[in-house]
């Protein structure tokens, strides 16, 4: 039987005597597009692999726990670009070519800014087609095979991600799940927005496989990690990756991220950075030991007469692989650090808005779900029998979320 808390105890720490509750957060485009492998598709030949997939991933999600709250975060086409208006190299491998604007008043760009980005880019799109045509040529037929095969892949994805999206976001109203959707904010900066004003008796599991939202793990926020089938919690997060929280973000400043086109220290590594500092692995480290440690280094090549290796020196001045326009550290920094999220001012009233509201379940219905699976072909889920028992873990979601609203407003 679980002991009284005392009334002494309960009034200096009044969040004991508050029952935890759970909340969801999806990272939905990561989520998504593990989905769009499922090649499921209907009678017209319409593909919805990825919809049924990710309401199945959804549904496994909420028989772990009871959840108070269900979020869903998307990206938009353009969202990022405030990240770009500070690296303008920021996911430019993804074919990301974002036009610089005015943010909230914050950045306006003029005529020949705009000029100098259009003839970039051209030179750009010219030169890796060149060196695409190049690798092809030089491919074995086993290895364009595959290249093959991962081009449908991509093909199915590109054609269907954002139909499939739009068509989830829709479900969601009547799912009683909470979507957060602006075309500049970034799904990242909502999450990170959200754990950073959470309840202090809230307790939050984040689903994604994107390692940058480790950042925010704390003793009542983890990460599900569906790659590897984990929740990344602050109790066996170094034991499972090798270095503390807190180095997730020192590690990305100077090593940068090949998948947003991020760039690191030139002539680093992950291991090389691991050989300098190996304290990683045990503690916190901030960027200036780093810096220290290298230049340790170089004094100490100089006295013995040899010359500095040049990653040690680059490490010291921020030489990186990539452009940029200002201090490399600060720089990534900003675009990295998780703990300082970029939101617009609409995309941080929308957050605060929803927030803990009661959702009004006038309009939403179960009956106007069926009708819409009904009217996108989703044939796994078009018998009534295969409707009702898929999706019990959900009603008990707009169950919960009803008693809210109603106890909301009978106050």
Not at 377 to 396: A, Q, R, V
């Amino acid at each position: 039987m679980t002991q009284p808390v005392r009334q002494n105890i309960k009034e200096l720490h009044p969040e004991l005597s508050t029952k935890p509750f759970f909340t969801l957060i999806i990272d939905g485009n990561n989520l998504l597009r593990q989905c769009m492998a499922d090649t499921k598709v209907n009678s017209d030949g319409i593909h919805y692999g990825g919809i049924f997939q990710f309401l199945l991933q959804i549904k496994l999600m909420l028989k772990d726990y009871q959840y108070s709250y269900v979020y869903i975060v998307f990206d938009d086409s353009e969202s990022g670009i405030l990240r770009y208006n500070l690296y303008n190299e920021y996911k430019a491998n993804r074919d990301k070519n974002y036009a610089k604007q005015v943010i909230d008043g914050e950045y306006e760009s003029d005529y020949w800014k705009r000029l100098n980005m259009t003839i970039k880019c051209m030179e750009k799109a010219i030169y890796n087609k060149n060196k695409k045509k190049e690798r092809e040529e030089s491919l074995s037929d086993e290895e364009k095979a595959l290249k093959e095969e991962r081009r449908k892949k991509k093909y199915i994805v590109d054609e269907n991600f954002e139909r499939e999206r739009n068509i989830i976001m829709q479900y969601c109203e009547e799912l009683f799940i909470r979507v957060l959707f602006d075309n500049k904010t970034e799904g990242d900066d909502f999450i990170a927005y959200y754990t950073l004003h959470k309840k202090s008796e809230e307790r939050i599991v984040i689903v994604s496989s994107d390692q940058d939202l480790t950042q925010l793990i704390t003793p009542t926020v983890s990460v599900y990690d569906r790659r590897i089938k984990k929740y990344l919690s602050v109790k066996n997060f170094q034991s499972i990756k090798g270095y503390p929280i807190e180095n997730v973000l020192i590690k990305k400043i100077f090593c940068g991220d090949t998948s947003d086109n991020i760039g690191n220290i030139k002539g680093l590594s992950e291991n090389r950075l691991m050989e300098l500092m190996p304290e990683i692995a045990e503690r916190p480290v901030s960027v200036n030991e780093v810096k220290e440690r290298a230049q340790k280094l170089i004094d100490e090549r100089v006295e013995q007469k040899k010359k500095p290796l040049q990653w040690h020196e680059n490490i010291v001045n921020g030489v990186s692989n990539k452009k940029y326009d200002g201090d490399f550290y600060e720089i990534n920094e900003k675009i990295i650090d998780l703990k300082h999220p970029l939101l617009t001012k609409r995309a941080e009233n929308d957050i605060e808005s929803m927030m803990y509201a009661p959702l009004d379940p006038d309009g939403r219905s179960f009956e106007n779900l069926y009708e819409m699976i009904k009217r996108d072909g989703i044939e796994d889920l078009i018998n009534p029998n295969s409707f009702s028992s898929f999706f019990i873990p959900f009603k008990e979601l707009s169950e919960r979320e009803k008693s809210k609203f109603k106890a909301e407003m009978s106050e």
